[in-house]
């Protein structure tokens, strides 16, 4: 009994001693010149002490970086921070389109348009076009937020294929000429099923991602407006365009084109097993790039890999993809501090603080103006980025449980459960549901 | 003589049992270990049982780039506070309800076992908000003290199923010795359950070691962080840095298997028999 | 006449014997709280109550007040729609399949897992050498965290060149090659599977402890009356260890429907819902759908249904008592 007395007392002992120890290295400041950002982003958290402790040097402002991860433990920190008016000086909102205009809504968001447009639009400028449009509602969106810029990109991601280039040597297939129609995605498939390697891999377990796929060959097929119009409920999921987009993904399984085990695949996995070699193409993002250089550093050769456009199904509109902000922060409208907040951030997206984001990070700048400090590696998605549209930008968001069977509905066609005509009419099913829930 | 070869066959068929099962349990722990001592590519690739040139020096790495001392200290601190007043007040209400008589004994008992019935996930930003208006917000108090009560309804459970099945003879002698209700507890009760003890200690020291959804919910400094947010900095969104993880995922590792060692040898026979027949 | 006459006086019987229980209850409270001895006894669970009262109410009753809205988690503003969560919640199809795939994977553990767990603490209560090693062993999977587990389950299940796999193909059997968590007709097996294996060392220790409290004396007389083995489990053993078995099979219960990181580790609810359970439907209603409201409704039915099949299991246990 003694012994565990004993033990508790040393226990505290080192606690306390510890936890003052712990001071030394923070940086003192009065609090009206301290500010606090929350973030999810394991891997840059160095990089963001990096940059606060340049920003405190040249200002005397300290910015606290916070790192809350996983994302599934930020976002319900953010949401309970929400509810009880505890929100730092700036952070990011994880989450859809939705969720931000709830965020916005509740007045934990400060607009941001009046500054980006101070001095003829100095701040707005300096982005990508597609940036811009990712962090902005748009008038007369469906969520009844007023419309304006509401966060402040640090980079630009697009999602799209890569492909292994020796897998494609292997298979007879021009490392610099990747397929561009169908017919030639299709038959590059198969050489490369030829060779006994996985053709497809991509993170379909995690509902979006397919959907995304989904959305890219809609666009391409049935063009933006009609995607709209089936969003408000005035085109049936059994349109012979929607069906044509799930016959796509039926006709990629019946040759066997998937990854084995994709459905259940996170994208973590996905991007891990295409850096081991496990498969020749991945649908993946461009933050993908750290991902794969960092697994493939030691072995014993590097990772070549390529950049490709989605393949192009019709003729009858341009072939797109998914592009815009990646990494986002907001400001807390309710924040005395918000001004100096508002000067951190448009320090943090000046070209030599985005410069050294893009060299750490491995990322897209949102910045346009340091395109040449890129990284070599993803220049080929930046040449994409003029093909890059984002869903959030529509003005009309399809139902969330919607979106939920239709993610499913792809998994299913995928493993052959159901085909393509099963699940546009469950879908169709769901939708007028849902739409005679709304009235 | 045949009985003598059925029980060898009967202790080799036991034993191959017991060593394929072990051998299931043990390999994981291997895995996570040889792991740590290869490099991000090799974890995958090199299927060899153990690395040929193995890194030690992940472990040192692990230790400072997560940040380990304080969280470390931070975790052995909750941890042992949370244990600690888990089995004082739990063994307290279960040797009550076990043994002693008052009203609504009954009511009371079900109530406080029901919410560990009644799990409901989100009830975290409920809590959050209660915290925040007691206060309790970023404070090592806030985030003691649910953890309490989040592990009393199944050790109070447990010890009360436990200290129904001790012999009253030992309780009446004490008794007529003149030992106060509370000396029975201490003297008798406590002692008799061990075993259970010994399993209410065990599994909450493992639930409180590796928790982290509260503690990032409630506490915002990195100095009171416990131990798996040391973890989360090689879990980045996308970039896992694995042999670094699965260094400290080790490390994490180590104090909860030497608590279960300790506290295992108690889980023994022979305590009440040998009360009972008086030895 | 005179049987109407009979049951009204039994009638009139059953109500006095009520009112004259109701009475002695009253006339035992007022004693009771008279009692310092009694009032006493009420210090041995106040902590434990006061700790309850403060931490686990109030975010009790504030889901159950929140189901009763629909609220996205964020705005100050909630509609209140009274019983429509709920009413949905029994309509929600999605919803009863993800109870379903939970309730299988408890009756497999309750069945497979727990019976394992039995056999190998029977195993490790004899005094056979190297027991405490075992036990250590057993242990060891419910330490490991999820992602652990997760990388090597989907290492072993991989098509097709997985552990399991390879060992299946070594021994001649190719027809059962397949791709255990991604293929809708095995999904959920596998997943519980890997929940088994690492379930069982909880059921061990508890089974193990309850093995130990039985003195071996009575084992003795026994096996001097001549009872063999066997005999000595079913009358002896199991007798005395159903207060135990209870409380494994509600904890097991309670562990195995509430089964979440496994399922996150391994097929995140795929393929297809195949594998989704009650925990990953309220995540999603609570994340992706931003329904908050209509999340607390669903953990409340759940809870329900948890409390109700513990409760039965308790009064079941009282009734074996008593006989």
Redesign the interface.
Known sequence: MRRIMGLMIGIFAAVLISGCAVKKDKIDVPPEKQLTMWHWLSDRQDVLEKLSKKYYEKTGIYVKMELFSPSEAYKQKIMASAQTDTLPEIYGILGSKRDKANFIKSGHVMPLSAEMKKNDSEWKKQFFRQAINSVSFSEGNEFKVPAGIYEVPLDVVTIQFIYNKDIFKKAGIDPDNPPVTWEEFVKAGEKVKATGVDYLISGFGEPWLASCLASNFAWNIMGENKMLATYRGEVSYTDPDWIKVFSLFDQLAKKGLFASGIVILSNKEAELNFSLGRAALAFNGSWAVNVYDEMTKEAAKPLDYGVMLPPKVSNANPVGIWGGAGTRLVVNAKSSKKDLAVEFLKWLTMPEQQKEWAIETKNIPANKNCIDLVPDKVKGFLEAMKYAYHPDTFPVQEDPVVQEAFSKGLQAIIIQEKTPQQVAEELDKLKKKQMEKQK | MWYKVKKVLGYIGIYTVLSAVALSCLFPLYWMFTSSLKSQYGIFTDMSLFPISPRWENFALAWTQGGFGQFFLNSLFYTFVVVFFIVILSSLAAFAFSRLEFPFKGALYIILIATMMIPIPGAFIALFVLLKNLGLVNTRIGYILPQINMGLPFAIFLLKTFFDKLPRELEDAARIDGCSKLGIWRHVAIPLAMPALAVVIIFNTLAVWNEYLLAMLILQDKAKMPLPRGLMVFQGAHLVNYPLLMAGMTITVVPVIIVYLLMQRHIIKGITAGALTGQ | MAFVDKSNEKINALVRKYINDAKENLE??KK??KDPN?????L??L???I??I???L???F??FQ?STMAW?????HMTFVGMQNFIEVLHDKVWWASVLNASWITFLALTIQNG?AL??AL???KD?RGG??????????????G???GL?W?WIF???DGILNFALVKMGMQHLVR?W????AT?LNAVAVVHM?RGF??GF??L??????????IYEAARVDGANAWHRFIYITVPLMI??FI?VS??TI?GSM?IYDIIAA???G????HTEVP?TR???S?????R?GY??AQ??V???L??SV??FQLWVSKKMKQE
């Not at chain 3, 009694?38 to 009420?42: D, S």
């Not at chain 3, 996205?72 to 100050?76: A, I, P, R, T």
């Not at chain 3, 405490?132 to 965290?145: A, E, G, K, T």
């Not at chain 3, 968590?181 to 809708?184: A, I, T, V, Y």
């Open positions: 035992y409270l009771s709280f009694i009032l006493t006894n009420y041995f669970v902590p434990a109550f700790l309850f403060v931490f686990g109030y975010p009790f504030k889901v929140l996205d988690g964020l705005s100050k394992v056999i190998l195993m490790c209560a056979i405490h090693v075992y036990r250590v062993i057993f242990y060891l999977p419910p330490v490991l965290s992602i652990v587990i090597i989907k991989r098509y097709p791709d968590l991604s293929n809708p999904a294996w060392g909880w220790v508890i193990l402890a309850g093995l130990q409290n039985i003195p071996h004396q207060p135990v409380l509600i904890l309670l509430q391994t097929t995140n795929g393929p297809s819902y925990v309220i995540l999603a609570m994340q992706g759908a931003g908050f999340a607390c953990g409340i759940f809870g329900v948890l409390l513990s409760m």
